[in-house]
């Protein structure tokens, strides 16, 4: 069997700007990294177009540790959309770069679905990862620095500001910066996220043009003086140099799928602490470009979808008309009961217990009113039977279940699929409506999203949310919506509560405040920003010849 | 009076496929980055061309704070050389990030003599300074993985491999990570370097190929292990992944000069750590493309200029046929006694005894055996009796100075600069020799140097610079040779002692191993590697328009 890499090396991929042509950018207008990678300038975005064309969300039931493959069933859906004729784009995330030298691997689908150049798009793409992790970092330089001259009255100690590294790199979670006398700063407290996780990330992902990057960048709360007055990036005059730094980070990167259809990859938020999608301006730019545009919002629809709807479709005006959710008979008989080892096994008994995972994703599609198709991403080792019952439990539901083979056949394997969620799209005539208003105060948003979508029974707050709960309201933000981090293991806040769990009390730990990003972020459980690497980490067979060609990548 | 930005704005740009054709590079073979920056593909390095064409290295006496503009020079004199009609390039370091929102400003040149796309160049550029970050970062995540797994028994307190990043950040200079409890790390103290003083920057810098890259990142010194043994990166199994994510950073980027003659910017190591030059794929690469190419040595010839003959020259085969040492009655007077805010006032007297440190000067390039013509950088303050003296001075010992006003005028300004080069360059049969032999031991090596290029009367060394070098010898890499590490505000290790110090005793007081560069780095005097911000920033100026425009930069 061919390695993603050996297919994406095999493949014939085309100049950049004939990807373009296709979408009606004149090739003057590409910015060229090297002749398969390009940025598109935002003056492309048609308001009238994205108004008009079609937005298709790509989510998931609560994914093993394995993914259930949602990147590559967009890749594979608009491979075979424009096998039925339809003009599709996919519209993506971009790959973290640290966890290609951890376990992961690349982040650029798989089999007949991938997009390309994959080592580029893996490794460090346009530059966007590192401009965004200049700008967070030269926030944080300023603000060690208004400390050092004693400029702004900081109370270092107030200060939540952190570091970002692009790197799976455990021992700078924690670490006491400033040592070393005088001339060296004051020794503190702080860490390092990897940069996925960084607020600017998150900001350059929902903001709509320059000036909004800017004002948003300007919103971002640092920490309080001495004498207890909140200090946000502008009263640093830090937001001009951050923007500056993300001129060409926030343009979109133009590149094409194995089959040469058109890819746009962008922004690469955290899906546990931020939205967890590419870029407003990525989406807007797709939908400017292509009739049907597929996307996709990480983890399991309860994280990546609500926020999806609930934050960055309440903030930029987008609408899909359809919410593919990929499901896979193995992920299914794991929240069933079915040991990880053993999901490719035939197991009929795991499987009815755990389609109520599905279910229960179902049910929260449609408390936002928007139109369903589940896709189930096949695997070698599903039965018939198998398929067969997934299929019968979701079109009880009045929903139709399509069996798609993306890794294996590309577009071809996704024409059913592709068929269907064009009819799906064509006929629908929902229109989503958002879980909460921003208006309410926060609690109130955390219980509706944790009742209605989670399935919690009832919330908890520890002394410190509440706290944190008081400072956002004494900040005036109360009026933001609620990025919640919870584990994308369960549907509750338990990574061990498999299937559809019950009766649970969420408890919220601590809330964090995003407010250049515009959210606050209500924790549960564990969140991790700084991964570690594996004991034997992939980077070590990560190769490059004497040509300059990567190998070990995949 | 036009600022730097406004003119580079105002310049009539061209398509660096123009650029490229000019010099016979297919268009096709173009790494484009947008429409003004490129990578040029390694094979269109030609040995037959940079055997017979003309290298021309440009150097200054002991700068000022200020800097005797040698970049300035550099441009100046390649954009002259193609006025009287010699085919030339420039070949520059890029700039670093992290003093652009410091003090300094961007290091594109200035005046009618810049590079352009300049902010582009200033910020990002193509990426190089960020993959070599990351390159290093990523050894030292394997190093604390190691550490973490105990895989190597390497001794953690031993590890002398820090981080670095391109940013003015004090704070990171000395700090402990590894804090949390047994999940996240050992702890243990380390620090940040700025990205320029990596040991990656030094190694991509030698480097002549893809191979030589993996090999020289593969001898990294990291440390020992708890049974003293040494540990290299190729232990880890490093160096392959790190230089996969150099594997676009090792090619030189072709950009070009306001009046559209071709520059190659590429690589910034330190010159005070490192051996402070361009790359040496860039240099071969310009030096395969035109007749005569034009590349500096960063501080004083005394610095820069030393390590680019004996480490650079001596490590690829290079071997420039003239130095055209950058001179400033400011910088003079300030070596004769003058105040540095009196400098641009008259002042013979402090002329005259200042002029001594240009002589030293000359007499060192006359040690190593090269032509050298004197470029006398004009400022609008300079008397004509200033102007004349230090030229009867310099033609006392029958070396040509010459008057360029390359800031006011460009290309026209060095034409008579050029016409003198070019004549030194065509007629000068003199074969550089260089100031030692590598294979001598380590303290032969620095007392050479110190001698008779610096004027030191003797060494002494710190009871640590005397561990070092038995630790070096120990290891068997006594035959590296030395970079070392001084102030460029003296010929002598005391940044007090201007004009020509003499009977100085030079303090060694440790020995860095950069055993992956290939040197060893004997440190005198204080070194910084971690720069800090000042109290109002430059960055508070820059900033970008809803358009997208960059303003503020300089």
């Not at 690349?106 to 080592?119: H, R």
């Not at 300023?142 to 952190?162: F, S, Y």
């Not at 509706?448 to 908890?460: L, P, Q």
């Amino acid at each position: 069997m061919k390695s993603d890499i050996q297919i994406a090396n095999e493949a014939k991929i085309q100049p950049i700007t004939d990807i373009g042509s296709k979408l009606g950018i004149d090739s003057k207008d590409l910015e060229l990294y090297g002749n398969y990678k390009a940025k598109v300038p935002l003056n492309y975005i048609d308001p009238e177009k994205v108004k008009k064309n079609n937005l298709i969300l790509v989510s998931a039931i609560s994914p093993t540790p394995a993914g259930e493959g949602k990147t590559t069933i967009s890749i594979g859906l608009s491979q075979g959309l424009n096998h039925i004729g339809a003009d599709s784009s996919v519209v993506l995330r971009e790959p973290s770069l640290g966890p290609v030298f951890g376990i992961k691997g690349g982040a650029t689908g798989g089999g007949m679905s991938q997009v390309l150049p994959m080592e580029d798009i893996n490794l460090h793409f346009t530059g966007d990862f590192a401009a965004i992790e200049k700008a967070h970092n030269l926030l944080a330089a300023m603000i060690d620095n208004a400390v050092q001259h004693r400029t702004l009255n900081i109370d270092p100690r107030t200060v939540l500001w952190k570091r970002v590294m692009d790197m799976n790199d455990r021992s700078l979670r924690n670490s006491i910066v400033g040592l070393g006398g005088r001339t060296s700063g004051f020794p503190r407290e702080t860490g390092f996220d990897i940069t996925a996780a960084s607020e600017i990330m998150a900001i350059l992902c929902l903001a709509e043009d320059f000036k909004d990057l800017k004002e948003r960048i300007g919103n971002i709360f640092i920490g309080y003086t001495f004498d207890k007055k909140p200090v946000y990036a502008r009263d640093l005059k830090a937001h001009g140099a951050m923007a500056a730094l993300l001129r060409d980070a926030i343009k979109p990167n133009l590149v094409q799928t194995l089959e040469n259809t058109p890819a746009f990859i962008h922004g690469g938020p955290f899906a546990n602490i931020a939205q967890g999608t590419n870029s407003v301006i990525a989406t807007k730019m797709g939908m400017s470009l292509s009739d049907y545009v597929v996307t996709e919002a990480g983890f399991g629809f309860d994280l990546g979808a609500e926020k999806f709807f609930d934050i960055k479709c309440q903030s930029s005006g987008l609408s899909p008309k359809a919410v593919v959710l990929v499901a896979t008979a193995r992920a299914l008989k794991y929240h069933g009961g079915a040991d990880l080892d053993k999901v490719n096994e035939p197991n009929m008994e795991a499987l009815k217990a755990g389609i109520s995972n599905l279910e229960k994703h179902l049910e929260n599609i449609q408390a936002f009113n928007v139109c369903a198709v589940v896709a189930i991403n096949k695997f070698a080792t599903d039965t018939d039977e198998e398929l067969e019952y997934i299929k019968k439990r979701t079109e009880d539901r009045g929903i139709k279940a399509v069996v798609a083979d993306v890794w294996g056949q590309g577009g071809k394997g996704a024409e059913d699929l592709a068929t269907e969620v064009k009819a799906v799209v064509d006929q629908c005539e929902n229109k989503f409506k958002p879980m909460y208003d921003w208006e309410w105060d926060i609690p109130k948003k955390i219980e509706t999203v944790a009742k209605n979508i989670y399935g919690a029974a009832a919330i908890d707050y520890t002394s410190r949310a509440k706290a944190d709960l008081k400072k956002i309201k004494e900040l005036g933000l109360d009026n933001l919506p609620v990025c919640i981090a919870k584990t994308q293991k369960s549907l509750s806040d338990n990574p061990k509560l498999i299937g559809r769990p019950k009766d649970f009390v969420v408890t919220v730990r601590e809330i964090e405040l995003s407010s250049g990003a515009g959210f606050v972020v209500p924790i549960t459980g564990k969140i991790m920003r700084m991964p570690g690497l594996p004991k034997a980490p992939s980077a070590e067979k990560i190769d490059v010849d004497d040509d300059g060609n990567i190998s070990g990548l995949f």
